[in-house]
């Protein structure tokens, strides 16, 4: 990467003090360097696009089964859309196999001791507020014990809305960032742009973020986000759509794994790794859940009996590939959430 195609953020130190907690795999599908799974199913939903040959792909749900396959860690097929879906994981690229066990244990414990100081994004920086804080919508969970089901889910909503906004073109990356959550009266507009934001524009901001900025970031120490870069023009502009693709798959991949919602009846037993075919009927809230019961599903899934012929609502790979079809058409955006609302999350 040319120095020039970069932004420099030396100075946001007082913003980027959050330790990478992403290598904690138990919060999501794991990613690449364990099992690659939201990778592996974003590839499983661009080969049944490209399939489907231009139509709209009705059943990927035979791709389920090969996951086990495909989420080989070292598997090079999962690069593009799959390395797109790591973004929610890891939204300052700062993974690096390497030093990762290291990495973990200090995010854990300093993720959760910066959020009980100060909860909000824009003091802990985006790594532990995904995780940990008050972006878990990111991977459909609810953001803290006090929230609703309706409202955990009018967040998924709303994020989605605005991730295939930015992923289909209807909303330009070169757009103010705070100005943008200002004017939009969304259940994520508070979590996204806190009023202590410290990247607003204005006299004493030093870096003004565009929504751009929110996907394009580079950090380069993997054990602190207090350098980072954010890749600029055309380049910037195609990683941030990219990304935005990526979180929105990502988060409709989260919402079929039972570590996060439950749906249907629970008369099945929870934490199972079964991608299952009901609407959800529960988000969990992380803080307040067993982690290690929480891991037990975020392994590579089967298909539950509910995912049969006819069923009306779609599997993790099916959904994933209809909304990349529409990415490609650029759909109406009501048209995509009134999908979402109908076949993957529910609500009116
Ligand atoms: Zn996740």
């Excluded at 007082?14 to 999501?28: D, E, R, Y």
């Excluded at 792909?57 to 389920?64: K, N, Q, T």
């Excluded at 959760?112 to 804080?133: A, D, F, N, T, W």
């Excluded at 004493?204 to 929110?214: F, G």
């Amino acid at each position: 990467m040319k120095r020039s195609t970069k932004r420099f953020f030396a100075t946001v130190a007082a913003f980027w003090t959050a330790i990478l907690c992403v290598s904690q795999p138990a919060s999501s599908y794991e990613i690449r360097p364990f099992l690659a799974l939201h990778e592996s199913m974003s590839f499983a939903a661009a080969e049944c696009l490209r399939v489907a040959g231009g139509a709209e792909p009705l059943d990927c749900s035979a791709y389920v089964a090969k996951l086990a396959s495909l989420s080989d860690a070292k598997n090079p097929r999962i690069e593009g859309i799959g390395q797109a879906a790591r973004w929610p994981d890891d939204p300052t690229r700062q993974i690096k196999a390497r030093t990762l066990i290291k990495f973990g244990f200090n995010a854990k414990l300093n993720c959760k001791s910066v959020l009980r100081r100060s909860p909000e994004i824009g003091q802990v920086g985006l790594l532990c507020s995904s995780h940990h804080g008050r972006l878990q919508f990111f991977h459909a969970m609810a953001s803290s014990s006090s929230e609703t089901f309706e409202n955990t889910r009018a967040k998924l909503i709303d994020w989605a809305a605005f991730t295939y906004g930015v992923a289909a073109g209807f909303i330009d990356p070169a757009t103010d960032y705070c100005g943008y959550w200002k004017d939009n009266s969304s259940s994520i507009s508070t979590s996204m742009r806190p009023p202590n934001f410290a990247f607003c524009g204005g006299s004493t901001a030093k870096h003004p973020w565009t929504i751009s900025t929110l996907f394009a970031m580079r950090c380069s120490n993997p054990v602190s986000s207090e350098t980072c870069t954010e890749v600029i023009g055309p380049a910037g502009t195609d990683l941030a759509r990219s990304a935005a693709a990526g979180a929105l798959l990502h988060l409709v991949q989260d919402s079929y794994s039972q570590s996060h919602a439950a749906r249907g009846t629970t008369s099945e037993p929870a934490y199972r790794p079964v991608i299952d075919c009901n609407l959800p009927s529960r988000f969990y809230d992380y803080s307040t859940q067993n982690s290690k019961e929480h891991s037990k599903a975020d392994k590579v899934p089967a298909l539950a009996s509910s995912c049969k012929s006819g069923a009306t609502v779609d599997d993790a790979i099916t959904a994933s590939a209809k909304l990349l079809w529409h990415i490609e058409r650029r759909s109406d955006p009501a048209i995509v959430i009134s999908y979402l609302r109908s076949r993957v999350l529910g609500g009116s």
